[in-house]
T-cell receptor, first 116, second 112 residues
Framework: DAGVTQSPTHLIKTRGQQVTLRCSPK?????VSWYQQALGQGPQFIFQ???????QRGNFPDRFSGHQFPNYSSELNVNALLLGDSALYLC???????????????FGPGTRLTVL | DAKTTQPTSMDCAEGRAANLPCNHS???????VYWYRQIHSQGPQYIIH???NNETNEMASLIITEDRKSSTLILPHATLRDTAVYYC?????????????FGAGTRLFVKA
């Protein structure tokens, strides 16, 4: 059983460009969350998708947008890239139990984005 | 902002127990304590979670104080492969999903 997969593994862009990162959740999972992790820091929550809708969002500007497809896979889009967007972008999937108490998240290996 | 505070780094001798503390003094009644770890260049890995009672699994034990304001993750026999950043998180879930807010974590060095 494949876990969470992300593509590409590495990416280099220049300031002002746009980028799309992709995530396939673990089999049986229906919820995808995205995180940004700058060097030496903990992951920062960007947003979470469930049933093709953004359900939760962290403190990120509108340049960060996403999408979830009917097969539960997801994309993260970042427009007008800044140097500060250079980071490891992590995707995590889970099976959302409404009103439940436990939502274990499985993380992918991440996409390393470098903005020059 | 993260709702937890952890020491920046800790050392542990290989084969000894590693005890990683976490303070979550503002935890609310419906928030669980989760622990994850991140080995260099990999995505975070779930370790254990709990609400009130102490918990144990094949990886670790979680001790939560009676007032739930702090907890300790115990790796009973640390190995070199346990060297990682350990994150303590408190999290709840509402009908709109959930957020996982990471702090800076504790960098654990296991030494031979």
């Amino acid at each position: 059983d494949a876990g969470v997969t992300q593509s590409p593994t590495h990416l280099i862009k220049t300031r002002g460009q746009q980028v799309t990162l992709r995530c396939s959740p673990k089999s049986g999972h229906d919820t995808v969350s995205w995180y940004q992790q700058a060097l030496g820091q903990g992951p920062q929550f960007i947003f979470q998708y469930y049933e093709e809708e953004e359900r939760q969002r962290g403190n990120f500007p509108d340049r960060f947008s996403g999408h979830q497809f009917p097969n539960y896979s997801s994309e993260l889009n970042v427009n007008a890239l800044l140097l500060g967007d250079s980071a490891l972008y992590l995707c995590a999937s889970s099976f959302l139990v409404w009103g439940g108490t436990y939502n274990e998240q499985f993380f992918g290996p991440g996409t390393r984005l470098t903005v020059l | 902002d993260a709702k937890t505070t952890q020491p920046t780094s800790m050392d542990c001798a290989e084969g000894r127990a590693a005890n990683l503390p976490c303070n979550h003094s503002t935890i609310s009644g419906n928030e669980y304590v989760y622990w994850y770890r991140q080995i260099h260049s990999q995505g975070p890995q779930y370790i254990i979670h709990g609400l009130k009672n102490n918990e144990t699994n094949e990886m670790a034990s979680l001790i939560i104080t009676e007032d739930r304001k702090s907890s300790t993750l115990i790796l009973p026999h640390a190995t070199l492969r346990d060297t990682a950043v350990y994150y303590c998180i408190v999290r709840t879930q509402n009908t709109g999903g959930f957020k996982t807010i990471f702090g800076a974590g504790t960098r654990l060095f296991v030494k031979a």
